[in-house]
T-cell receptor, first 113, second 112 residues
């Protein structure tokens, strides 16, 4: 069966510090991968998605970037965090015959102080 | 562009009450429609989906019917339990797109 991992689970970082969040998927090959952000009291906003290694599409211009160095690894980064980067970051994958169905990881709660 | 509108929460119900959470959408193509649930402290889980008009998705006693004429996908459950307390998100994936568009979520609180 497929499993999606995210780490860390929680993170508190000062403004201006760098960020690296990691997501890995097990049990599937060539998945589509996604990063979403859920700000406090709001819905989910798609940040990036990837259909293959090195292929990244950005949905919203921002202070963040994404990379996919391996087939089942997706990394969200920032060189300098802003207060507005605080939120709950969710990684998701989709693949196979149900490409329209996404499966979400447990999330990382980021607080920027 | 695509958008999803959900009713404002929180929705507070007593156990065994009937639940309806309204969801309407706008899309340029022929979207698939979804309900996701987020339990406290957890990520999102797919609850149910429907891929074409008049389809009914169902799971765990929850149901939603894809109504193209009213562009709606309302979530219903006949008898809620305390364990159903969570945030519910309506979402769509439009034709040719690879990403979901989510509503803002509706918090459900079920009291014993």
């Amino acid at each position: 069966s497929q499993t999606i991992h995210q780490w860390p689970a929680t993170l508190v970082q000062p403004v201006g510090s760098p960020l690296s969040l990691e997501c890995t998927v097990e049990g599937t090959s060539n998945p589509n991968l996604y990063w979403y952000r859920q700000a406090a009291g709001r819905g989910l906003q798609l940040l990036f998605y990837s259909v293959g290694i090195g292929q990244i599409s950005s949905e919203v211009p921002q202070n963040l970037s994404a990379s996919r160095p391996q087939d089942r690894q997706f990394i969200l980064s920032s060189k300098k965090l802003l207060l507005s980067d605080s939120g709950f970051y969710l990684c998701a994958w989709s693949a196979g015959t149900s490409i329209d169905t996404q499966y979400f990881g447990p999330g990382t709660r980021l607080t920027v102080l | 562009g695509d958008s999803v509108t959900q009713m404002e929460g929180p929705v507070t119900l007593s156990e065994e009450a009937f639940l309806t959470i309204n969801c309407t959408y706008t899309a340029t193509g022929y979207p698939s429609l979804f309900w996701y649930v987020q339990y406290p402290g957890e990520g999102l889980q797919l609850l149910l989906k429907a891929t074409k008009a008049d389809d009914k998705g169902s799971n765990k006693g929850f149901e939603a019917t894809y109504r193209k004429e009213t562009t709606s996908f309302h979530l219903e459950k006949g008898s809620v339990q305390v364990s159903d307390s969570a945030v519910y998100f309506c979402a769509l994936m439009d034709t040719g797109r690879r990403a979901l568009t989510f509503g803002s979520g509706t918090r459900l609180q079920v009291q014993p």
